[in-house]
């Protein structure tokens, strides 16, 4: 009997995926490259306290790496966490994989007892899908901060209670 190929399967990161994540995050075509060191420097500090409050998850297919989600405790609170970087390659967008992402990472923010979860991004035009899929998922642009990355782009806090 012939299987079906399994879909897409959710993983924790390790720092084997460091460049297959940050050719994904290339691959969508809008981040920085000074983004793209942050977020280098970021998996870097990921894998360095694995098994903290740090998580970092990947969803793949047989082809490799289709996203990633990077969140995290926010220390001194009761509770908060926040979705520091989340990204589906340009070959998987609009499959369902962010949402699959999003959805792990607040599952386990609950489990872990978080009550709030913060995800921060530019205002930039180019974030505009961006920030239309977390409003999709239930999450409420609570601040925004004008020209905090740069003079004409602000930041962009959204909030969902868990």
Known sequence: MEMAPAGPLLRLGTSTDTEAI???????????????ASLRHDLGSVYAHEGGHERLVVCEDVAGPLGFVQYSYAAITHGAWFIYWIAVSKRAQGQGIGVKLVRYAEDEVRRAGGRLLLIETSSKLPYEPTRRFYTGRGYELVARIPDYYSDGDDKCIFSKRL
């Open 22 to 36: 940050i050719a994904l995050s290339l691959s969508t075509g809008v981040f920085t490259a000074d983004e793209l």
